[in-house]
Nanobody, 122 residues
């Protein structure tokens, strides 16, 4: 089973940087496809989907939403168990709760972290 534990985030000024980490603390071995999603203020009603931010495959191929391309960078540690999202040149519209997610035995993201608040002040 996959158990995702998030850390990092917090408050930053516009133009600043923050880092989020997500560690798979579960007993599974191997490298999973993992991603980061976010849910902005006022978007917690049923049916309001979390917004895709970035993803990294088991073979370390990365993908980014257009809104963060060139500012955010996703990476994985050598052990394959921790994925980091480095967020640079932050904007107030990046304010959201950020969730990491993993695919295990599924084509969809089926395991989620607990969520981490990121707030960017203008």
């Amino acid at each position: 089973q996959v158990q995702l534990v998030q850390s990092g985030g917090g408050l930053a000024q516009a133009g600043g940087s923050l880092r989020l980490s997500c560690t798979d603390s579960g007993p599974t071995s191997g490298r999973h496809d993992m991603g980061w999603f976010r849910q902005g203020p006022g978007r917690h009603a049923p049916g309001q989907e979390r917004e895709f931010v970035a993803a990294i495959t088991w073979s370390d191929i990365t993908a980014y939403a257009d809104s963060v391309k060139g500012r955010f960078f996703i990476s994985r540690d050598a052990a394959g168990k921790t994925v980091t999202l480095q967020m640079n040149s932050l904007k107030p519209e990046d304010t959201a709760v950020y969730y990491c997610a993993a695919k295990w035995g599924s084509n969809d993201y089926n395991y989620w972290g607990q969520g981490t608040q990121v707030t960017v002040a203008a």
